[in-house]
C-alpha cells in the first residue's frame, strides 16, 4: 500500500459537502485524504455476487451459531472446546452504522454497488 500519511493540519469538513457524486469524483491520488463516517450497507440484490467476499469488513463478535460447517469439522477433529467467543475483523453483509473507513475504500464500496 503506497500513499501520503497525514501528519499535520487535520482539519474538520462540513458533512454537507460530501454527497455520494462528490465523494465518487475525489482524487485518490490527490494532496488531500479523508476519513469518513458513514451509513453503509450492501443490497440484497448483489448478495450473491459477493457472497464469497463481502467487500465491507467490520468487527465482529464471532460466536458459535456463525461458524460454518468446516470449521466445525475442524474443531471436531482437533477437539477443541464447543463454546467460545472471540472478536475478528471479518467481512459481512451486515448494514453498518457510523462506519469509519478510508475515502479510497469508500468510493470502491459504492462503485461495487454499496449505498
Known sequence: ????LPHSNFLWENPANFT???????DVNGDRGYVLEVDIHVPDDLHVMMNDYPIIPNKLEINE???SPFSE?????RGLPRQFKT???APSF?????YV???ANLIL???LGAI
Open 1 to 4: 500500500l503506497m500513499g501520503l
Open 20 to 26: 455520494t457524486e462528490t465523494i465518487q469524483g475525489l
Open 65 to 67: 451459531s456463525m461458524i
Open 73 to 77: 469439522m475442524i474443531r471436531r477433529m
Open 87 to 89: 472478536t475478528k475483523l
Open 94 to 98: 451486515i448494514p453498518q452504522v457510523k
Open 101 to 103: 473507513t478510508h475515502f
Open 109 to 111: 464500496y459504492l462503485s
